[in-house]
């Protein structure tokens, strides 16, 4: 595992969240929605993304990536771990997203620049951190959930955590993960996770492998 300086990338979350956008830099109601999460295995983490249409909620597509991992687990600082295969996940769809949700906390970090963020603004688009549970700050009434004056997210019911992570604002990020939710997590959330852990038992099960993912051969596979 190479040296990882956690101290140069506070500072450069510090110096990236200056960059992040607050406001919706994209047509509402979004066309398409994404979500991307991951799945270990190994030394490896593989992403998933999955594109759905916003209105109806049907799959339009799956993308699956595989990266060496090569960072310690430090929180507060996995965006540096777990952005590699997320972003390599949202490349290959075919279809450029209008929204991504992640599943890590956007706004809600010590320094304001979560996962979500961070993935925003290397790729400029717009993101919504959905985390599944608290990192920092206190909730307030409304289950907004504050640092001083500032508020950084808000915690939805059955223990949702929703926050900017760029160019959306903190009211349409609640919005659009709402409208998607048929369960605990927003559906494209839910069906990345569901088929990250698919790939995951696969992988175990040596059905398939990780040079099938990092040379493209497992892409619009059925993971459902």
Same mark, same amino acid.
């Given at each position: 595992?190479?040296?990882?300086?956690?101290? *140069? #990338? %506070? !500072?450069?979350? +510090?110096?990236?969240?200056?960059?992040?956008?607050?406001?919706?830099?994209?047509?509402?109601? /979004? =066309?398409?929605?994404?979500?991307?999460?991951?799945?270990?295995?190994?030394?490896?983490?593989?992403?998933?993304?999955?594109?759905?249409?916003?209105?109806?909620?049907?799959?339009?597509?799956?993308?699956?990536?595989?990266?060496?991992?090569?960072?310690?687990?430090?929180?507060?600082?996995?965006?540096?771990?777990?952005?590699?295969?997320?972003? *390599? #996940? %949202? !490349?290959?769809? +075919?279809?450029?997203?209008?929204?991504?949700?992640?599943?890590?906390?956007?706004?809600?970090? /010590? =320094?304001?620049?979560?996962?979500?963020?961070?993935?925003?603004?290397?790729?400029?688009?717009?993101?919504?951190?959905?985390?599944?549970?608290?990192?920092?700050?206190?909730?307030?009434?409304?289950?907004?959930?504050?640092?001083?004056?500032?508020?950084?997210?808000?915690?939805?019911?059955?223990?949702?955590?929703?926050?900017?992570?760029?160019?959306?604002?903190?009211?349409?990020?609640?919005?659009?993960?709402?409208?998607?939710?048929?369960?605990?997590?927003?559906?494209?959330?839910? =069906?990345?996770?569901?088929?990250?852990?698919?790939?995951?038992?696969?992988?175990?099960?040596?059905?398939?492998?990780?040079?099938?993912?990092?040379?493209?051969?497992?892409?619009?596979?059925?993971?459902?």
């Amino acid at each position: 595992m190479s040296i990882f300086d956690a101290k *140069k #990338a %506070i !500072k450069v979350q +510090r110096l990236l969240s200056r960059k992040i956008i607050e406001k919706d830099m994209f047509v509402f109601p /979004p =066309r398409n929605v994404a979500g991307v999460d991951l799945a270990y295995v190994g030394d490896y983490a593989i992403g998933v993304a999955v594109l759905m249409d916003f209105d109806g909620l049907h799959v339009i597509e799956t993308a699956v990536s595989a990266h060496k991992i090569n960072i310690p687990y430090i929180p507060t600082l996995l965006a540096f771990r777990e952005i590699p295969a997320m972003a *390599k #996940a %949202i !490349k290959r769809l +075919r279809t450029r997203p209008d929204v991504v949700l992640v599943d890590a906390h956007g706004k809600i970090h /010590p =320094r304001r620049f979560g996962a979500a963020s961070h993935l925003g603004v290397i790729l400029g688009i717009p993101t919504i951190g959905v985390a599944k549970s608290p990192l920092f700050g206190s909730e307030h009434n409304g289950g907004k959930i504050i640092d001083g004056n500032d508020i950084l997210g808000v915690k939805l019911n059955k223990n949702i955590y929703v926050s900017v992570g760029h160019m959306v604002s903190l009211d349409t990020a609640v919005k659009i993960v709402e409208k998607m939710r048929l369960y605990r997590l927003p559906e494209p959330l839910r =069906r990345a996770h569901k088929a990250a852990e698919k790939i995951k038992n696969d992988m175990k099960l040596h059905k398939i492998t990780v040079d099938d993912i990092i040379q493209g051969r497992i892409t619009q596979v059925t993971l459902w």
